[in-house]
C-alpha cells in the first residue's frame, strides 16, 4: 500500500452531489433514545404543550420544540456545561444531526436560538417535560415513590466574588476596603495594604451585607473543596428503590437544609401525585406516596421532625451529637426526636441512610460532575432552574436507557469489558435463581413420592 499525501487545502466546490455528502450511521445510544421518545409520542406532547407560545401565522417557523429539549438532554448526555458548547457540539457531529433530525446540508440551531426559546417558554413548561419522563419512568417500573432520599449540593455562579457590592450603600469590596484603611489611618493604601487589612479582618463576607449587583440569587457559600464562591444549591429528592430523581429544586447557596427541605419534598409530592392520575402508572408505583424521608443530619431539627409527623411521613434523619438536652415543655418535640432515633438505629434505618449516602450522591456525580453542570452559565433562578429540569431529566433517561441496552450515555459503550462482565454477572444470577427452583421443585416431588406408600399403609389399615 503506498502512502497518500495529505492535500492542501483548495477553493471550495460552488456546488456539491447529494450523493457525494458524508452520512453518519448514527449513534446506537441515540438511535434507542429516538425510538423510545418516538414510541411514548414525546415530539406530539411538547408541540401541544408549546403552541400557545407561539404565533398561529406571522413569523418565521422557529426551531421545533423537540429540537430544543433534546439539545439541552445532549448537555448531560456530552457533559457540555454551556448552551454555546451544545450548539457547537451538534454543528459538528453527524450522529447528533442524525438524533435532531437534521441533514448535512441543514443548519442547526445557534446557542442565540436556545436562549432565546428559553426566554419564550415558561419554567412551567420545562416542569411539565420533567414530569413526562418521570410517567415515562414510571411506565417501564422505574418509578416506586415509596422512599425518597433527600440531600442538596453547591452549584458555582456564574458572577465573581470581586464584583460584589453592599447590600446598604451599592459599594464596592475595594472601596469598602479603603474606606477601612483611610479609618485606620492609611492615607494612600496600595492594593498590598488593603489585602493584609483584609487578611485581619474576621467574617469578610456574609450575605446580610453583601451580594452581587447582575446575580442576587447567588449567595456567597463555602464550597466543599474550601473555597469560597458565589453560588446555587440543588437539592435532589430520589426513590432509594430505582434511583429515579422524583423532584430537584434549586435555592440560594446560603439557605440551611432545614427550610428548603419543605419545598423539596412538596414538590415530589406532587409529581408523584400527577403520576397517580395516570391509571396505568398507578397500578405500578407504591399506594402510599411519600411515606418515608431519609436525609443526613444537616436536616435534623425540633421543627423539621414535628412537621414530617404531622403530615405522616416516617423520618429516617440521621441525629448530631448536642448532648443532653432539656425538654420541659417540649413533649410534642421530644416525642418526634425519640421516634426518629428509635428508627434510625433500627436495621431497617441503618440499611436506608447508607443507601442514601451512595445513591444521592451518585447523582451529585452523574448530573453536575460527569454530565457537566458543576458551574453554571446562566443567570437568575428561573433561567437556571429550566435548563437544571430539563438536565435532571435526561439523567433520568439515562436511568432508562440502562435497562434497555445497559448503559446510560453515549459514552458507557466505550467500556465493552466492563458490560460484559456485568452480563456475565446477570446471566449467572439468572441461571441461579432458576436452578434454586428446579431443585425445590423437585425436592417438593420427592418428598410426595416417598410419602406416598405410608399413606397407602396408613389408609388400608
Not at 421545533?64 to 454543528?91: C, H, K, N, Q, T
Not at 469560597?228 to 434511583?243: I, P, Q, S, V, Y
Not at 443532653?324 to 415543655?329: A, L, T
Request: glycine content about 6%; overall charge positive; aromatic content about 6%.
Amino acid at each position: 500500500m503506498s502512502m497518500k499525501k495529505r492535500n492542501q487545502r483548495k477553493p471550495a466546490d460552488l456546488f456539491v452531489p447529494t450523493h457525494r455528502l458524508p452520512k453518519s450511521p448514527g449513534h446506537p445510544f441515540y438511535e434507542k433514545l429516538n425510538e423510545v421518545l418516538g414510541k411514548e409520542g414525546f415530539d406530539e406532547f411538547v408541540e401541544n404543550l408549546c403552541e400557545r407560545f407561539y404565533a398561529e401565522r406571522q413569523g418565521r417557523p422557529s426551531v421545533p420544540p423537540g429540537v430544543y429539549f433534546r439539545m439541552l438532554m445532549i448537555g448531560y448526555f456530552e457533559g457540555l456545561d454551556s448552551e454555546r458548547s451544545i450548539a457547537w457540539r451538534v454543528s459538528d457531529s453527524l450522529a447528533l444531526r442524525e438524533f435532531l433530525g437534521y441533514a448535512l446540508d441543514e443548519q442547526t440551531p445557534d446557542h442565540s436560538s436556545l436562549s432565546r426559546i428559553r426566554q419564550r417558554l415558561s419554567l412551567e413548561v420545562h416542569e411539565e417535560v420533567f414530569t413526562w419522563v418521570l410517567r415515562v419512568l414510571a411506565k417501564a417500573g422505574l418509578v416506586k415513590g415509596k422512599t425518597v432520599g433527600v440531600d442538596a449540593t453547591t452549584l458555582e455562579a456564574n458572577a465573581a466574588m470581586r464584583s460584589i457590592v453592599r447590600r446598604d450603600t451599592s459599594q464596592s469590596y475595594p472601596a469598602y476596603l479603603d474606606k477601612l484603611a483611610k479609618e485606620s489611618g492609611m492615607e494612600n493604601p496600595t492594593r498590598e495594604d488593603r489585602a493584609k487589612l483584609d487578611r485581619k479582618r474576621p467574617k469578610k463576607a456574609s450575605n446580610k451585607d453583601w451580594e452581587h449587583p447582575h446575580d442576587p440569587d447567588a449567595g456567597i457559600t463555602k464550597m466543599k473543596d474550601g473555597r469560597t464562591h458565589l453560588a446555587h444549591k440543588a437539592e435532589h429528592a430520589l426513590d432509594l428503590e430505582t434511583n429515579a430523581i422524583v423532584a430537584v429544586t434549586l435555592s440560594t447557596g446560603e439557605e440551611g437544609d432545614t427550610n428548603s427541605l419543605c419545598w423539596t419534598l412538596l414538590e415530589a409530592q406532587t409529581n408523584l401525585e400527577q403520576l397517580a392520575e395516570d391509571e396505568e402508572v398507578a397500578r405500578k408505583i407504591h399506594k402510599q406516596l411519600l411515606s418515608e424521608v431519609v436525609t443526613d443530619k444537616g436536616y435534623h431539627s425540633n421543627d423539621v421532625l414535628v412537621n414530617l409527623k404531622e403530615s405522616n411521613i416516617r423520618s429516617y434523619i440521621s441525629e448530631p451529637d448536642r448532648g443532653r438536652r432539656d425538654w420541659k415543655g417540649k413533649q410534642e418535640e421530644q416525642a418526634a426526636v425519640y421516634a426518629n432515633r428509635r428508627r434510625i438505629k433500627g436495621n431497617r434505618g441503618q440499611v436506608l441512610r447508607k443507601a442514601r449516602a451512595e445513591q444521592v450522591e451518585r447523582s451529585f456525580n452523574h448530573a453536575y460532575d460527569i454530565g457537566g453542570m458543576r458551574r453554571v452559565h446562566l443567570r437568575d433562578r428561573s433561567n437556571i432552574l429550566k435548563r437544571l429540569v430539563i438536565h435532571i431529566g435526561a439523567c433520568n433517561l439515562g436511568l432508562l436507557m440502562r435497562t434497555y441496552i445497559g448503559v446510560g450515555t453515549p459514552k458507557g459503550f466505550g467500556d465493552i469489558p466492563r458490560i460484559f462482565v456485568c452480563v456475565l454477572v446477570n446471566a449467572k444470577e439468572q441461571l441461579k435463581t432458576l436452578f434454586r427452583t428446579i431443585i425445590r421443585h423437585l425436592r417438593d416431588k420427592f418428598e410426595i413420592l416417598t410419602t406416598m406408600p405410608f399413606l397407602r399403609s396408613v389408609s388400608s389399615r
